[in-house]
């Protein structure tokens, strides 16, 4: 979100002297970073109080573009190494959300659009299936063949079997695919890991530009005047030689 206070500025600019006047740009670049700082300080504090237990990744996902005088924009977004948070905008705005990474990928053995874990699936410390066990998942599915339930072609090394594929895909009663995993002594124990959905809708449940507005609105003006007088200060102090 870019910050956006030209309504601000002219009120402002409107009562500046010469020398304020002067040092009014690098003072304003500095006064929009100042504040881009404390959007992003007040968003990253919410994020654990709008994800439950988020991982490190999403803790750390909220950033800031500075400004400078001859870019006079600044602002906060979302962001991880691989580009914007696009699965974050359903927390922000509600609606739908695009596809997962791992729902994509099921796309090998065909999991359906969208999926959800098995409630006894087994997961990490912040409540999400594994990467490693993802992939291990597809690949199992990919190898057993679709919907390949038959205890023959999933059975395990460990129960006397020549394969050691522990997942496999079948179709549920109402037409719905889910993947298995089989365990314990012959691959008896059975627990569902994902479980085709229906396309999943979202409540607004992050206040991420009403927050951004609000800080924006109430500390904008006091630090660019700040910046001003910090500015001017630095012009009337002597240069030591």
Do not use: C
């Not at 800031?64 to 962001?79: I, M, V």
């Not at 009403?210 to 005047?225: C, D, E, G, H, N």
Request: glycine residues 8%; proline residues 5%; positive net charge.
């Amino acid at each position: 979100m870019q910050i956006d206070v030209r309504t601000n500025i002219k009120g402002i600019q409107k009562n500046l002297n010469i020398v304020e006047k002067s040092v009014f740009p690098l003072a304003l670049a500095k006064a929009l970073t100042f504040t881009a700082e404390r959007i992003q300080k007040e968003q990253t504090r919410l994020i654990p109080q709008v994800f439950s237990n988020p991982i490190p990744k999403t803790r750390k996902s909220v950033f800031k573009k500075t400004a400078n005088k001859n870019s006079l924009t600044a602002g906060t977004f979302l962001k991880d190494v691989r580009g914007e948070y696009k699965w974050m905008e359903h927390h922000i705005d509600g609606g739908s959300r695009p596809q997962k990474g791992s729902e994509r990928a099921a796309g090998t053995g065909r999991i359906g659009s969208w999926s959800a874990m098995g409630k006894d699936a087994p997961r990490n410390q912040y409540g999400n299936i594994t990467r490693a066990t993802y992939s291990k998942m597809f690949a199992d599915v990919q190898r057993a063949g679709l919907y390949s339930g038959d205890y023959a072609n999933t059975k395990t090394k460990a129960a006397g079997g020549t394969k050691n594929i522990k997942h496999f895909m079948v179709k549920g009663k109402n037409g719905k695919n889910i993947i298995f995993k089989k365990s314990g002594r012959g691959g008896k124990n059975i627990t569902p890991m994902l479980v085709e959905t229906a396309k999943p809708t979202y409540r607004k449940r992050w206040p991420f530009y009403r927050v951004a507005r609000s800080i924006a609105k109430r500390q904008f003006p006091i630090l660019l005047r700040k910046s001003i007088d910090r500015e001017v200060k630095k012009l009337k102090q002597p240069r030591v030689r």
